[in-house]
């Protein structure tokens, strides 16, 4: 008879909890022992509800001497249990902060509720001045050097991120609570922050600059998140009968130089829900802010598939210039999927994590991009799913011209959006990546570079975009299919569909010929600008494919 399956810590970031209570827990502990044993200032960036918190909680009772908590895990023959060191933890998880005032009243309660767990009393009223006096005091009484560890370092900033003029305060108010750090060097042990964002040491941690950056690191790859060794021991009870391939598409992918790692917070939830393939870590937050930027910065969404960075671009997050690339990585919605060394730099090219990141990031993207409403998607997007999953280019091209008809007037107020090929391309991207189709964005042949190749239901669609001059042209009525030797039809007005035309001279869909599948097509679409809309449309079905 096999043994009861475990509790599943959902939400519980505890460590003593977890432990006592017999919840399931995945051992970190090799992780703590090197990071203690090699160094003494740490940063870790990590997107949110990666396990941040617990790993903090589980070196605060480790520096702490609880020796019970950690028998029978990879450290505990390793660790001198005799040695007890005072620690200082700093949460600025809960709560929101929205004002320099607010700011200081919440590190005023952090270091008050130390002072009191430590039995300490400090004279000093300043915050630099409170805290430093803090971990002087701590020090003396333990009669051992203390611990700091801080938590969602960078969350006062980020609740205020849609709110620039805070910004600049904020930010010296906790570079005044980190660089006391660095006077007090003599008297410190150990530091751990954890945060979302890595700010650049300029900007935040100019009175830190010790802290030695793990985020692009490979040896702590898999400090936080789940491996797929964890999933098939540590919760192989619980994912019995599991279809591996599709549980590591919907949530694997996640890569900081290392093995691949899962979300905590996806796993644990779809075990709880029974097995259910759900978007539960991106329901927890609203990428609206993302939202925004990447409209305001005219992002090519279909550019977001294969971009490469450089390292600073990655790791380095200046808020007077937020870079989308930057805000997309940090927050766990670009990953790293190849690394290469050029001109003496590291490059890495990044891609989507996994099929839940990016059909939920679409389904946002729609909204944001064409300004309807969650509820009014998806009768859009079964408009689209249909002929795409038929063969039916000519029911395609009618949906995608009352896609863009049906956009609000306002969404182009104040903006040149319009005027960006760039922008009829991304609501597509959009909109055939919510459908959780196969997308190659910009394919390259040996000819050039197509805008999409689409693949869905056994169909391969190849898409080429342009954007007309200001005159209206033709509406956009597809012609009949033609076979692979044919023309394409000429617009009503005597002008060829100038997409169709490049396709099919470049010969962008060849290397899809007579390849399996139900058919290839090939489809021109000109857009106008005042129109804000399809004006020319043509597309061949190409033969060669076979069943």
Not at 53 to 62: A, M, N, Q, R, Y
Not at 454 to 478: C, M, N, S, W
Request: proline fraction near 5%; aromatic fraction near 12%.
């Amino acid at each position: 008879m096999n043994p009861p399956l475990k509790k599943l810590p959902i939400g519980i970031q505890t460590f003593s909890e977890i432990i006592t209570e017999g919840y399931t827990y995945v051992d970190k502990t090799a992780h703590a022992l090197a990071l203690a044993n090699g160094g003494k200032y740490y940063f870790l960036s990590r997107p949110r509800r990666f396990g941040k918190s617990l790993f903090l909680d589980t070196l605060k009772e480790l520096f702490e001497g609880s020796e019970a908590l950690f028998r029978g895990l990879d450290i505990h023959p390793h660790w001198d249990w005799s040695r007890r060191h005072p620690v200082i933890r700093l949460d600025f998880a809960g709560g929101v902060v929205q004002s320099p005032e607010g700011l200081d009243e919440t590190i005023h309660e952090l270091l008050g509720f130390n002072q009191r767990r430590l039995g300490i009393h400090c004279e000093s009223t300043s915050i630099a001045g409170r805290f430093a006096e803090l971990i002087i005091r701590a020090h003396e009484a333990g009669g051992r050097r203390v611990v700091i560890l801080v938590d969602e370092y960078d969350k006062p900033i980020l609740d205020s991120i849609e709110h620039p003029e805070r910004i600049a305060v904020l930010r010296e108010g906790l570079k005044n609570l980190y660089s006391t750090m660095k006077t007090q060097d003599a008297h410190i042990q150990f530091v751990f922050m954890t945060g979302v964002t890595k700010f650049s040491k300029v900007s935040l941690f100019s009175g830190l600059n010790q802290l030695e950056d793990l985020t692009l690191d490979a040896r702590v790859a898999t400090l936080c998140g789940y491996t797929q060794a964890d999933l098939t021991t540590t919760f192989g009870g619980h994912l019995a009968g599991v279809d591996w391939d599709r549980l590591k598409r919907w949530y694997n992918g996640y890569n900081f130089l290392g093995e691949p790692v899962y979300n905590p917070f996806d796993i644990l939830l779809f075990i709880r829900k029974g097995q259910m393939y759900r978007n539960y870590w991106f329901e927890t937050g609203s990428p609206s802010f993302l939202l925004k930027l990447l409209q305001r910065r005219q992002t090519f969404l279909p550019a977001l598939e294969g971009i490469e960075a450089s390292e600073e671009i990655l790791d380095s997050f200046d808020i007077e210039r937020i870079d989308p690339v930057t805000l997309l990585f940090q927050t766990g919605y670009l990953t790293i999927d190849q690394a290469r060394q050029s001109f003496d730099q590291w490059l890495f090219k990044l891609r989507v994590p996994n099929q839940e990141v990016r059909q939920a990031l679409a389904n946002h993207l729609v909204d944001a991009y064409t300004g309807r409403l969650p509820s009014e998607r998806l009768n859009w997007q079964q408009a689209i799913y249909d002929p795409l999953t038929q063969g039916d280019v000519a029911g395609l091209i009618a949906a995608i011209q009352r896609l863009f008809a049906g956009i609000p007037w306002r969404n182009f107020t104040g903006n040149d959006l319009p005027e960006a090929e760039g922008y009829y391309a991304s609501v597509l991207y959009a909109f055939f990546a919510s459908l959780n189709a196969e997308i190659i964005p910009e394919d390259v042949s040996n000819q050039g570079q197509v805008d999409l190749t689409i693949k869905l239901a056994d169909y391969i669609y190849v898409i080429e975009i342009k954007l007309a001059p200001r005159q209206a042209r033709r509406p956009p009525t597809a012609p009949e299919s033609i076979g692979d030797e044919g023309a394409p039809e000429p617009a009503r007005d005597g002008a060829a569909n100038p997409a169709l035309a490049q396709l099919r001279a470049r010969g962008y869909s060849d290397k899809y010929r007579g390849l399996p599948g139900k058919g290839l097509f090939e489809v021109g679409l000109v857009f106008e600008r005042t129109a804000r809309n399809l004006v020319q449309a043509d597309w061949c079905a190409v033969n060669g494919t076979t069943d």
